[in-house]
């Protein structure tokens, strides 16, 4: 297997703006290093803070040019969208309620978008924005970077083979422990707005990272969801949103499912573990030791398949950068969703389409984690009952 | 810390008979080498099989009396009842249908017994099992033999001493994969009595493994089960009985649970795995390396406690027999059940009770097993609604 | 893969005596359950401590009868060898310094021998007793327990396969911590003789846990030692003996090897560990877990054998008694060993040979080991230099 | 504790070139992503091959001005230093007989150096580097890229603290298996270049990844080496250089250590290990899985420390970029390296010094890790005698 690392790097970069990560932002950092490892990308302009002096420190220490830190996201679409060495992709890493207006903004504008998730904070939301990306014609590519790790994609492509039979059973989870106390009064910004309904919608643990073991989960399975019966729990005491989710899944075809998350399993960081089992192997991987992928054909002893590796093929080598054995982690699987868009940006750019290999999140997962959420609170609300998805 | 293997033996060895287990079976040898290990036993009399030749050929492998090798249960609970030298316990590992009537027939001869799990085949018989129990004054230990793990014993110690605060979250999974395909009809005979509603109940990889995760869940966390919602699946083409499980728990008190068992996860052998959560703490333990107990208090590293070894305390000291770094394995957990078992036998010669810290799996648990059976089973046909338990 | 428990049971026990082993001492115990888990051994006699009253409580402990706890070896092998009914093997579980007397003793009374490692105190009394054993027509047995785990003899089935290719690099290594601090002056009886030249000999570290590893490398890799070069060290203060061993190791036939044992590593219980490298695959193996064998062949992924699981042969399935996926442990492994002197002393009753698959260390191996620690001895004493061994 | 990647962005970029690491280059793209991450850098200039078509083609590629794709070193440093654009700090990644005069003449063109390891080809040159860099008044960087690992930072903080009390004994080990066959016959250009003793000094495994071992325990520990004994050996027929190293340690002070560096043990892909152990704890710490530290106190439980979660300090928190449980990798530490280079080279360009808490491996390094390598191959010429470094 040869890596394709020297791909990764391209001449002329991609013009790049950001709505939202100023300083003391979590994510907007990550994005930031994602767009940046492969190379292909040039932070340019942004609305980084809904803070004025914040917005304007953040931009000096980013090194933007002054005129193009703005002040709203609505400035910025407007003031990019007009000027020749505008930008053409804007990433929003805002909290989740500014998620939708900010993403409208640029479509319209007609400049592509990257956008974190959850994407919206209703279905509704997601519905109409579906329907603004379809007929703006420009690309959305949502952030489910645990998508764009090696072994997910190497995880894929045996499911897709065949390798595992018929699928069976999908065991999904993703414990932390960072909300086990009331964080949200004790100062913690992240846990603030993550606990806030008006800022987090109606989801918390299952929006924050219950989206993503579902989207995983799929992403790898390939199944769609029927329905499910969910469990929403909230352990802290004044505490509004959930902080722990148990779901049961029943995908189409009949396989089924259990997933849990929780921001209060002591002990566990960011746990995000998926387990999928067919009628003729099964396959296992952590997040936090993503660079292993544990395969058993029934009858056989369990193989561990390294990134780069023997065993892996194809789909890791192409997102793969440093030989096997030399650990890569979240953020070059963040890059690679960045360098998925950055193909796709480039195809655009000509008018076509990337090629067939070329793999991101889009709208439509956004909608469809959207549509768990909904689905999940609402039989959680219901008293736990079997609740179509979608 | 101090081992205290030298306490495991003593002289005067405790005459034990056996039900089942014969030529073949793979659970009958398992309880001798429990019973052996640590010198309280000596296996004098047996109704090993069904099949007189069978019985007979496994008496003589065994070294039986050939008067002591019965044809039946209930001429050996005569005979051996009947006799000065006559056998002080018995220990019954037939197919689930046959521990009533065995425990009967032993109970009222006046004869202990030791008996595999799960208890009886439907809650109904548990109950008569339980009547008759407390009226024969005899003792009744179930072979849950995870409960005899040292690193359990430390883990439902830590928890009563409040380590981990309020419990909030049981997980407990016991997947295995040797269901995958239909061994019952390619000649297995532990197969085939597995998935036959006669001999097993109405539960599959519920009874046989299920109930495993579900006595061990209470054994360490000390919580009672409210109520229950269990989705039970066949996979396998033909077979009758479940061979997979899933299941929602409201323990009483507010905790809450996952379980899953299955039979056709690929790549597991016996995955019984225990992660308990509370506001202050977490543990986790793993069958397959029961040496082994992370322990993590909220906000610092996470700890590795083994058996005998450093942060380990004097509930796994009693019942370990080797220094840590030297693994003790399921033979040595299983016999601990024996050793307990030996100790209240001990006592009960002179009319007492052993020592408060002797503890071992009673009839109730055996009882609380069925009802947890009884209650997956309806409420999987009733639509995976909450079913009360017990 | 059928594991074959009940072949480890059979009618008939075979008596067996014990010098040594007496209230408090570790290895001992460890012996007696080694013994009894297979059910072929009955302990009828002992000479259990130099102390008469120690002598006389561990006994009625055991249950020993009056008139066959000896207050010496001598006496018992006297004793033993003129009843009908005396004992037919005895395990030497002393202080290596008492090991060969005691072995000469009842060799030249006619008795069977099992013996603790090291075998001896220096090489000459090794060869004396290798010239006995020969002599005597006696059986040997040399509880390098280790040899006995399943998983080391499917390793060693593997490499006498050829599936490593030629064999190019040995890592042996047995880490531990109990002597970090001076354990011999703070009441650990263990920690006095270990250390203490005259009940020990003339190794301390490489006498206790280096043989240990250097015997399960060769018993493995099926190599000839040419010759070693030691670094010998003591880190606590006060201390005779060596507490940390470093040898390069040259194997005839060109294989290179390293061994590091030490009892001073902090966070090491009992890591003994093997990996074993060829031209075309190589194998790692852990004592602490020692139910897997990892495999790799090479530009092939990593396979995880497990014991009694998928890939483990034959060699392993004869000395198991649970299906994969339940652990075997330490006391299993040593098990295994008296299982192997059982058949030997079956088949030695009616004057034959055990089967060709029986296996275990002999009074040769005990030999091997003496010249290991006095060729480690000589070499770190000289400056460090390569030094013959054998 | 509070991770800091905000820190490790800033504005106003430092102009960087590079020498080698064009097109099909392994290490050039690595450095390319180190310099990307942390937005420190901006890659102008270059050197890229030896052939001119593929310097050209390569740098092409990346976006390089035309003007400033050069044709050899000499005219790029050169050229550069004449340019008031010109770069401020060239990274040479070539083979490594090229580091030197690559070096000398960005050196003496006023032009800091980031250069790859080892940093020469023999001692002697080493010394002149360090006469040159005194001289020159320029930064001089050796990307033992390993150091920049935050796990490694935290347990080079706890060393220093005195956590283990006084060290005695390091085992450091770095086996792979790329070399297993005879890849340098095959065309591998890697293996051409690491088994060529003209473009990588005198020693093979030793050079490539034997001083990455090496200089990793020495940065933990803060030993100093006093001598070695090593021995070297080629186990693939017709290879030149050694593939398998053997190495014994005695550091100042008295403690003791071993290392192992293979590319011939089949199932390692870049297996670098630490294990260090103190009087009163130890620490242990594998590449692969870089994000966790287990710590022991003697006589405690076993800690898991990991990157940026409980039991992680300032050290660790400095160079972290992303939460605990998100796990950072190879290129993360690489990029560490980057970012300590960076501010070292902000701090000189107002002739000032960095902060006392920048950390990065020196040109003092370099001529260590040559020393060690020098007296490797002259104590395996001597029969493997004890040797004195440096």
Same mark, same amino acid.
């Given at each position: 297997m040869t890596i394709e690392s020297s791909k990764q790097e391209s001449a002329g970069r991609i013009r790049l703006g950001m709505v939202g990560g100023?300083?003391?932002?979590?994510?907007?950092?990550?994005?930031? =290093?994602?767009? $940046?490892?492969?190379?292909q990308f040039d932070l340019v302009a942004g609305a980084l803070s809904s803070d004025p002096d914040r917005a304007k420190a953040s931009a000096?220490?980013?090194?933007?040019? $002054?005129? $193009?830190?703005?002040?709203s996201f609505e400035e910025m679409a407007k003031a990019e969208a007009a000027r020749p060495d505008g930008i053409e992709v804007v990433a929003i890493v805002t909290p989740n309620h500014m998620h939708a207006p900010a993403a409208k903004a640029f479509?319209?504008?007609?400049?592509?978008?990257?956008?974190?998730?959850?994407?919206? =904070?209703?279905?509704?939301?997601?519905?109409?924005?579906?329907a603004l990306v379809e007929k703006s014609g420009k690309l959305f590519v949502l952030t489910h970077n645990y998508t764009g790790y090696p072994m997910i994609r190497q995880a $894929?492509?045996?499911?897709a083979a065949g390798d595992l039979g018929d699928i069976r059973l999908v065991q999904a989870e993703y414990p932390q422990d960072w909300l086990t106390e009331a964080a949200e009064r004790s100062g913690s910004k992240q846990a603030e707005w993550r606990t806030d309904p008006k800022r987090s919608g109606a989801g918390g643990a299952i929006g924050d990272i219950g989206t993503h073991a579902y989207n995983l989960a799929a992403f790898v399975s390939g199944l769609e969801t029927d329905e499910l019966l969910a469990q929403l729990s909230t352990f802290v005491e004044g505490?509004?949103?959930?902080?722990?989710?148990?779901?049961?899944?029943?995908?189409?075809g009949g396989a089924r499912g259990m997933l849990w998350a929780s921001q209060v399993a002591v002990g566990n960081e960011n746990g995000l573990k998926l387990r999928i089992y067919g009628s003729k192997g099964g396959l296992e991987w952590t997040q936090a030791d993503p660079n292993y992928l544990w395969f058993t054909r029934f009858g056989e002893p369990k193989q561990l398949i390294t990134r780069a590796g023997a065993g892996a093929g194809a789909a890791a080598a192409r997102v793969s950068r440093v030989p096997s054995g030399h650990p890569e982690g979240y953020l070059e699987g963040f890059a690679t969703i960045y360098a998925e868009a950055a193909r796709a =940006?480039?195809?655009?750019?000509?008018?076509?389409?990337?090629?067939?290999?070329?793999?991101?999140p889009t709208v439509q997962d956004g909608l469809a984690g959207m549509q768990f959420i909904e689905a999940a609170v609402a039989s959680s609300n219901a008293g736990n009952v079997w609740t179509k998805v979608g």
């Open positions: 100023g300083q003391g932002a979590f994510i907007g950092a990550v994005h930031r =290093i994602a767009a $940046r490892i492969d190379g000096a220490e980013l090194g933007l040019a $002054r005129d $193009r830190s703005y002040g479509l319209e504008a007609g400049i592509h978008v990257i956008c974190d998730k959850p994407m919206t =904070i209703s279905v509704e939301e997601a519905k109409d924005l579906v $894929r492509a045996m499911v505490r509004v949103l959930d902080d722990d989710v148990q779901i049961l899944l029943r995908y189409k =940006i480039r195809a655009a750019r000509d008018g076509g389409e990337p090629d067939a290999e070329v793999i991101y």
